[in-house]
């Protein structure tokens, strides 16, 4: 999982350069559009489009690592003191069955 602050180290050497496959336009409130021209100033080496997959691609980490454990009824392995560990009832078991559901998707027509 990469961290936002890991992405200023990243931007002040060489930018990675993925593939996009999917395209998505959005309306930001001034503030945070004037943000992002800051940021595309500050780092123009990134370039827009990277430098916008990136802030979301970290942000997206960080809400999957933000989901709370919310242990289930089934059991699925012991910890190294023996003790029981749950499966995840809470968001993150969906969110992880929903991304496997569109990554397929997305990458059956990206193949089209």
């Keep these: 999982m990469r961290k936002l602050t890991e ?6 050497s060489v930018p990675a350069d993925p593939t996009p496959a999917q395209t998505y336009a959005v309306r930001l409130p001034v503030h945070d ?3 992002l021209e800051a940021l595309f100033e500050m780092y123009p080496q990134v370039g827009r489009d990277n430098l916008l997959r990136e802030i979301l691609s970290a942000a997206l980490d960080e809400i999957e690592a933000a989901f709370p454990y919310i242990p289930g009824e089934r059991e699925i392995a012991r910890d190294e003191f023996d003790d029981p560990i749950y499966e995840d009832a809470g968001p993150s078991r969906r969110f992880h069955e929903l991304t496997r559901k569109h990554a397929e998707r997305l990458s059956r027509h990206a193949s089209e």
């Design 33 to 35: 559009a004037a943000r």
């Design 7 to 12: 992405l200023l180290e990243q931007w002040e």
